[in-house]
T-cell receptor
Framework: RKEVEQDPGPFNVPEGATVAFNCTYS??????FFWYRQDCRKEPKLLMS???SGNEDGRFTAQLNRASQYISLLIRDSKLSDSATYLC???????????FGTGTRLTVIP | NAGVTQTPKFQVLKTGQSMTLQCAQD?????MYWYRQDPGMGLRLIYY???????DKGEVPNGYNVSRLNKREFSLRLESAAPSQTSVYFC?????????????FGPGTRLTVT
């Protein structure tokens, strides 16, 4: 079983739409959670960390549900520049490395 | 600051050839990592170096060796390349290996083994 599972999409949404991605993780002892963004043929970059209480950064909201072992990312008022692949990332307790999901591809259409 | 740099950007090898991928960071980070990214698999950790002088295996170390040359540089060597090693290789660094330290990635090396 994969450590992190995501719906690969693609999600095609119009500008201004709200879109949500979910991912599930298998290790209940996971400690840290992140969303990374990866543009086509580029390196991943940290979008935001995910905290237990949920957190917001502008149009982006991340939530964590430890009981169900899933993480979500909500993007409001989508922009063309939001088109990218969003990677769900988990660090199990005691692990030095990160476990990446395969990514969910988002295309925002004019 | 350049951040994390990798060379080469592209490489084509024949089966059995060897090569070394180079990575350097100028952020004075202690920890460095090598990942590979394959379609449908996500990024997987090959090796990491928590600090200068130490290296440890990740999820998929077979067929690779690493050297932490100094605090700045962390190289990945393929001794005898195989088609299964065709992938995009990313180097990353972080201040430390703890849970709250962001990893910064280099631009990647696209390797094809024929």
């Amino acid at each position: 079983r994969k450590e992190v599972e995501q719906d690969p999409g693609p999600f095609n949404v119009p500008e201004g739409a709200t879109v949500a991605f979910n991912c599930t993780y298998s290790n209940s002892a996971s400690q840290s959670f992140f969303w990374y963004r990866q543009d086509c043929r580029k390196e991943p970059k940290l979008l935001m960390s995910v905290y237990s209480s949920g957190n917001e950064d502008g149009r982006f909201t991340a939530q964590l549900n430890r009981a169900s072992q899933y993480i979500s990312l909500l993007i409001r008022d989508s922009k063309l520049s939001d088109s990218a692949t969003y990677l769900c990332v988990v660090r199990p307790t005691g692990a030095n490395n990160l476990f990446f999901g395969t990514g969910t591809r988002l295309t925002v259409i004019p | 600051n350049a951040g994390v740099t990798q060379t080469p950007k592209f490489q084509v090898l024949k089966t059995g050839q060897s090569m070394t991928l180079q990575c350097a960071q100028d952020m004075n980070h202690n920890s460095m990592y090598w990942y590979r990214q394959d379609p449908g698999m996500g990024l997987r950790l090959i090796y990491y170096s928590a600090s200068e002088g130490t290296t440890d295996k990740g999820e998929v170390p077979n067929g690779y060796n690493v050297s932490r040359l100094n605090k700045r540089e962390f190289s990945l060597r393929l001794e005898s390349a195989a088609p299964s090693q065709t992938s995009v290789y990313f180097c990353a660094s972080s201040l430390r290996t703890g849970p709250n330290y962001e990893q910064y990635f280099g631009p990647g090396t696209r390797l094809t083994v024929t």
